[in-house]
């Protein structure tokens, strides 16, 4: 009889703990980060960084939005990316129509059209992005890492610890850590450098360069990694 009391009570403790930390997060919970790639003619370049430059202003008082940034590739000025942050799912969504009209209006001077990848953050620190100074000597670089997807797990490991050493560097902005929606061995990098000097001091430190070693067997894809200015 006291063994049987004894199990009830225990079974009312159990059923009374709180199982909010086992539910899982509702579809679209947290922040979006969006990532915008797009390519203009050569000659075209001025005209559309203006519309894109205009774009950018906009948003950044749109309801839900914590932070965007207009990049321009230093390689090719032809070449831009959008890095957009939302509140959630439904704030990036409610906005899409506005990055709509800027891909029609700027239709006639694309050479490649808008590709746009939605993303969760798997590691992301500091500030909002895009609340970097705004200096014309910083260095913004996106990187796509793809991996097979049995690497996934191993490689989300080795990107943390590179985040966490390259936070540490002099001249270090931003170092964060995304993964693709509906793509989860696709991990995006987004880092700021407070000059091309900190950026190449960064890419021949030991902890990267020890990360690029252990990447190229679980690669899936060659490593993309670019280089931009802000143009705000």
């Not at 075209?44 to 519309?51: E, V």
């Amino acid at each position: 009889m006291l063994l049987r009391c004894l199990f009830l009570i225990f079974g009312l403790m159990v059923s009374a703990v709180p199982a909010v930390a086992q539910t899982p997060a509702s579809p679209g919970a947290g922040p979006v980060y969006s990532l915008t790639f797009f390519e203009t003619g050569v000659s075209q370049a001025g005209k559309g960084a203006g519309l894109f430059r205009q774009y950018a202003a906009a948003t950044r008082k749109a309801e839900g939005v914590l932070g965007v940034v207009a990049l321009q590739e230093t390689a090719r000025s032809s070449r831009f990316a959008l890095i957009e942050a939302w509140r959630d799912k439904a704030a990036a969504e409610a906005h899409a129509s506005a990055l709509g009209a800027l891909r029609n209006d700027m239709q006639p001077f694309l050479a490649a059209p808008f590709d746009t990848r939605s993303n969760i953050g798997l590691d992301v620190a500091g500030g909002p992005i895009g609340s970097e100074p705004d200096g014309s000597r910083a260095i913004y670089v996106l990187t796509h890492v793809d991996v097979f997807p049995a690497g996934k797990d191993q490689t989300i490991d080795m990107l943390k610890q590179l985040a966490a050493a390259s936070r540490k560097e002099n001249g270090n902005l931003r170092f964060d850590v995304l993964q693709q929606d509906g793509r989860a061995n696709h991990l995006p990098l987004v880092e700021a450098w407070r000059d091309a000097q900190a950026q190449s001091t960064h890419a021949m430190a030991e902890h990267t360069r020890a990360f690029r070693a252990k990447l190229v067997t679980l690669q899936g894809a060659l490593y993309d990694e670019r280089l931009y200015r802000s143009i705000r």
